[in-house]
């Protein structure tokens, strides 16, 4: 759905620049039509009133099917009781100013084509379909002394072989994905895999990548440690996933690879602080603790190398209402400044589209008035408040 309104008196973050414009902004038929000032002013129009007016945020990492920490619980969870827990993960984030968001592990056509239609309330919806892990891997959710089948495969498939996979992508492609997923390392929920080992073979990566690539995509993995992250960088990954115990030696490769990072840190500190309570196993909480505090090192040690640094939550179960919180998480490490980019124009180039994450005539009209100037007051980007305005395609969402 597509809208018409003009914003006035807007102090214009675009995306980019450092310094604020202060101007109007029009929006028709969903695009941005004008920036400057004594623009038309029919139809809907909202007073500004100075505050700061940033793109809708974007969050490329994800979940809507992600309905629980526990990776077996979620997995063999009815199909139609997660698409509808995930469409009101979907409308939720869009309050909150998301309005784009990659789900990374998760989503499908038949969730796309709900929110095309406008079934649905949700964030412009780009999805890789259930994430592809080795046996035994980040995906494999079972614990080691049970044999059974993996179930639904919302989340994550296991899939094995070069051929195997092979099929695995075409289909995900075939069907709408906007990129592909991979497991590379192991994870903190996931019971049976050390951290920091590397997941799937060379071979395994390099015909996944090759897939995508074909098709004009990429390949995202999930990776922790120096050694996973070299693995799948070298291999063709495009975009590393977490990345947590980066070193500054692979910093250096994921720059001269063109490789990106997405962070995920309010993540670890949700399940450190509420984990236990949700019942988060033991070995879950201890991997989650390894991880907790390096992800703030792997952000400065990736953006001193060059990489493109974005930003994503990762947020599972109830932990879903911390996603404004990973804003102050990140904000620690790179300031209002870096962190609005991360948010807006730096996850749009990740995503590979240009028409979200910034200000500009052409763009599409999706906008965060916030209830302060996050220069002055940052709390103003991660605390909720009635004078917060989201605007989604020209339609006003709060």
Not at 189 to 202: A, C, F, H, N
Not at 279 to 288: I, P, S
Not at 330 to 346: D, I, N, P, Y
Not at 359 to 387: H, K, Y
Request: proline fraction near 3%; glycine fraction near 10%; include cysteine.
């Amino acid at each position: 759905m597509a809208g018409s309104v003009t914003i006035t008196n807007a102090r214009i973050f675009d995306g980019h620049a450092a310094e604020l414009t202060e101007a109007d902004i029009r929006i028709e038929d969903g695009r941005i039509a004008a920036i400057g000032r004594g623009l038309a002013e029919d139809g809907q129009v909202i007073n500004a009133e100075g505050r700061v007016v940033t793109p809708g945020f974007i969050d490329n990492h994800f979940h809507a099917y992600g309905i629980s920490l526990n990776m077996m619980q979620m997995e063999a969870s009815r199909t139609s009781y997660v698409a509808l827990l995930g469409a009101r993960r979907l409308r939720r984030a869009l309050v909150r100013g998301f309005t784009t968001v990659r789900d990374v592990a998760g989503g499908d056509i038949g969730l796309s084509r709900a929110i095309a239609e406008g079934l649905i309330e949700a964030p412009h919806y780009y999805y890789t379909g259930p994430a592809l892990s080795q046996t035994g891997g980040h995906g494999d959710p079972r614990d080691a002394h049970l044999d059974m089948c993996c179930c639904g495969s919302h989340g994550t498939e296991v899939v094995d072989g070069v051929d195997a996979l092979r099929v695995a992508v075409r289909e995900r492609l075939r069907t709408g994905a906007h990129a592909i997923k991979i497991m590379a390392s192991g994870g903190v929920v996931s019971l049976t895999d050390p951290i920091r080992i590397p997941q799937y073979s060379p071979e395994e990566i390099s015909v996944v990548v090759e897939e995508a690539r074909r098709r004009g995509s990429y390949v995202a993995a999930h990776a922790y440690s120096p050694e996973s992250i070299v693995h799948a960088v070298t291999n063709g990954v495009r975009s590393i996933e977490h990345g947590n115990l980066l070193d500054r030696e692979t910093a250096q490769l994921m720059a001269e690879r063109e490789a990106v990072l997405v962070p995920t840190l309010v993540t670890y500190l949700a399940m450190s602080e509420r984990g236990r309570d949700m019942g988060m196993a033991e070995v879950a909480l201890r991997k989650n603790a390894e991880v907790l505090e390096a992800g703030k090192n792997a952000i400065e040690l990736a953006t001193a190398a060059g990489v493109l640094v974005g930003f994503g939550s990762d947020l599972m179960g109830e932990l879903e209402v911390e996603q404004l919180r990973g804003l102050q998480a990140q904000h620690e490490v790179q300031g209002t400044l870096e962190l609005l980019r991360s948010l807006t124009s730096r996850n749009a180039q990740i995503l590979g589209v240009d028409h979200v994450g910034s200000i500009r005539p052409g763009a599409n009209g999706d906008l965060v008035i916030l209830a302060d100037d996050p220069f002055t007051n940052p709390s103003a980007l991660w605390l909720e408040s009635e004078r917060r305005v989201v605007v989604q395609s020209g339609i006003v969402v709060t």
